[in-house]
């Protein structure tokens, strides 16, 4: 082969790279004057990969994404929490947006948005000013858009006022083309 | 009343087509839109569920500021073979997973939707009275009854446009007989509660309101 890339070493090209998170584009950015920012940590993702079994409490100050196994509490009230699609928790799940693609069997609570995935299970209760529950996915439980009661009270982030109940964001995001979606019913009608 | 009489040419012309063969579309609701007088007192309502966890539906009832259990007993419905003959009938146990035990609750609303069509009498009889108790004097009970010979052999998907419209999905063209519950036996089988609404639509479909018997709530 003509043209071949340098890997590093110890880099495998024929497999994919594991999704990296997010991080501030430090490098890029141009050179500011002022005194260097502390550490955002609020750009962080954590990540919990699918062959690790965590039993206990799980708490942090940053994002997590949970692909592995999770048994005990995730208590993230100010961050978000993925449980993706190979995730499995048993536990009460607490965060800012909480997003579940993998299976849930818990309580959630999240104190602006709970979105479930088309992938997604939840059996127990979602406590949130918003939920999105997209076509496909399974829940057995609870939904109460009450925003007080989101992610304990802590009432970080919501906008939505006690009794308002929010807005459930609509249920077929990214998903408007969907044959048999409510908006083409709807529209068909 | 004319309603409840044995059909006429017309309507066993209908008979003859079924659900099934209909495109997903959307029917005007008499029965919902009286559901909804009840959602506008402005009281945050219990409403149950009984169909699957539809995102369009969730964020409809949103706007009234209900509190939603979901319990999907469509799911289990499909999921099991047709209750071909008296034998293959589901006891009193199978019901009992599909309420929370956990949280005690007392729901205002229950949305059976067309459940009620994929039970033999006697398991109707049996989930409702295992939902009783948690219905107080007032519940609201709305279900779809299919006056045709034949049903779609899975649920309908029932999706709330608006206040007076629901979309039906029907997801496949296999059928199965239809129990064809009249309104007298209804009354005998919801034991309990007493029909407050009923409206025979066009397409074959009886919709009802059920309301839980004794004194209300203030």
Redesign the interface.
């Known amino acids: 082969m003509a043209w071949k890339r340098d890997d590093p070493p110890g880099t495998n090209p024929q497999q994919p790279e594991p999704p990296s998170p997010p991080r501030p584009l430090t490098a890029a950015a141009p050179a500011a004057p002022s005194a260097p920012e502390p550490p955002r940590r609020s750009g962080e993702r954590a990540t919990i990969g699918p062959s690790i079994f965590i039993k206990g409490d799980l708490a942090g100050e940053e994002d997590l994404v949970i692909e592995g196994r999770v048994e005990g509490k995730v208590d993230l009230k100010q961050h978000n929490v993925t449980i993706g699609k190979n995730g499995r928790v048993k536990a009460d799940v607490f965060g800012r947006v909480v997003t579940v693609e993998g299976e849930v069997d818990g309580n959630v609570f999240a104190a602006e948005q709970a979105v479930l995935r088309q992938s997604g299970a939840v059996r127990g209760n979602i406590t949130s000013p918003r939920v999105t529950l997209e076509d496909g996915s399974r829940f057995k439980g609870s939904i109460d858009m009450d925003g007080s009661r989101a992610a304990g009270g802590s009432g970080s982030g919501s906008s939505s006022s006690p009794g308002s109940s929010g807005k459930a964001a609509a249920a077929n995001e990214g998903q408007a083309n969907r044959p048999g979606s409510a908006a083409n019913v709807a529209n068909a009608g | 009343m004319s309603w409840f009489s044995s059909p006429g040419s017309r309507e066993k012309k209908k008979e003859q087509r079924t659900l099934a063969e209909t ?4 029917h005007r609701s008499l029965g919902l839109a009286a559901l909804f007088e009840e959602f506008r007192r402005g009281r ?1 309502l219990q409403v149950l569920d009984l169909g699957p ?7 409809f009832l ?11 007993l469509f ?1 289990a419905l499909s999921a099991r073979a047709p209750a071909g003959g008296e034998g293959d009938e589901a006891g009193p146990q199978f019901f009992e997973s599909f309420l ?1 035990a956990s ?1 005690p ?1 007392s729901f205002d609303v229950v949305l059976a939707w067309d459940t009620f069509n994929y039970l033999t009498r006697k398991e109707l009889g049996h989930f409702m009275r295992h939902l009783s108790p948690f219905c107080h004097p007032g519940t609201l009970v709305f279900s779809l009854i299919s006056i045709l010979k034949t049903i779609p052999a899975q649920p309908i998907r029932f ?1 709330i ?1 608006d206040e007076q ?1 629901l ?1 039906y ?1 029907i997801r496949t063209s296999a059928t199965r007989p239809a129990p064809r519950f009249v309104p007298a036996e209804m009354n005998d089988l919801l034991r309990g509660f007493r029909v407050d609404r009923s409206f025979l639509l066009r397409h074959g479909i009886q919709e009802y309101l059920f309301v839980k018997e004794g004194e209300r709530r203030p």
């Open positions: 495109e997903p579309q959307v945050k966890a539809l995102g369009s539906n969730v964020e949103s706007q009234y500021g209900c509190k939603i259990y979901i319990e999907d799911a929370p949280e609750a999706r446009i419209n979309a999905e």
